[in-house]
């Protein structure tokens, strides 16, 4: 794997105010560049999702999809953002939408 973690809020607000967006069904993306060898990465996934049980899954699932398909993308800060409709999907849906995210976004 070649990425960490956005841990802080400032990090998070960075992301959000001065990046770029992208969504589906499923989950929404934000992300810029960071001028860095490796991609910082971030998940929120809001209480309205479910319980910790739930929020879990979901933020391995995206986590999961996400190595498999783009654990070699450098230089981005991504900030995952789980929608309420994620906690009811299956690995194979998760990773069909972050596929149809990074084609719109076209950073891959």
Do not use: W
């Not at 960071?34 to 479910?50: A, E, W, Y």
């Not at 910790?52 to 999809?65: C, G, H, M, P, Y």
């Not at 981005?76 to 994620?86: E, G, L, N, P, Q």
């Amino acid at each position: 794997m070649t990425f960490e973690s956005l841990k802080k809020t400032s990090e998070f607000s960075k992301v959000y105010k001065r990046g770029k967006s992208f969504a589906d069904k499923n989950i929404v993306i934000y992300y810029m560049p960071n001028h860095l060898p490796f991609c910082r990465v971030g998940f929120s996934i809001s209480k309205k999702v479910g319980n910790s049980v739930i929020r879990n899954r979901v933020r391995r699932l995206i986590k999961e999809a996400y190595r498999l398909n783009f654990g070699n993308l450098v230089g981005y800060d991504i900030v995952f953002v789980a929608r309420v409709r994620s906690n009811q999907v299956e690995f194979h849906e998760m990773e069909k939408s972050l596929k149809y995210i990074f084609r719109k976004i076209a950073i891959i």
